[in-house]
């Protein structure tokens, strides 16, 4: 069992940045995959990032490549979303979720473990 807990959302203006944070807890959090996504209003779930256990593999979607940074810290059990240059379109509640076999994936239905999310709303 992993439990994940995210904080950081809020709501800013377009260009501000924001960092969210996923806290975990439960199964050894330094051995699994994590990633990111978020869903808008009348939207599928989407990916946004993914990093590997140790931090060196790490994979965005391309509406947010160069401007969210995905890490990760297993000595806090935390991973970690920094978004920067905020767009309108940014808006949507972002899940973290855990990954807890084989690596990394942009897939959502791989992930086996899902935080409550957390709102981001970027106004122009």
């Known amino acids: 069992q992993v439990q994940l807990v995210e904080s950081g959302g809020g709501a800013v203006q377009a260009g501000d940045s924001l960092r969210l944070s996923c806290a975990a807890s439960?199964?050894?959090?330094?051995?699994?995959?994590m990633g990111w996504f978020r869903q808008a209003p009348g939207n599928a779930r989407e990916f946004v990032s993914t990093?590997?256990?140790?931090?060196?593999?790490?994979y965005y979607a391309d509406s947010v490549k160069g401007r969210f940074t995905i890490s990760r810290d297993n000595a806090k059990n935390t991973v970690y979303l920094e978004m920067s240059s905020l767009k309108p379109e940014d808006t949507a509640v972002y899940y973290c979720?855990?990954?807890?076999?084989?690596?990394?994936?942009?897939?959502?239905?791989?992930?086996?473990?899902w935080g409550q999310g957390t709102q981001v709303t970027v106004s122009s």
């Open positions: 990093i590997d256990w140790s931090g060196a593999l790490r």
């Open positions: 439960g199964r050894t959090f330094s051995s699994v995959a």
């Open positions: 979720a855990a990954k807890t076999t084989g690596g990394t994936s942009i897939l959502a239905y791989q992930y086996n473990y």
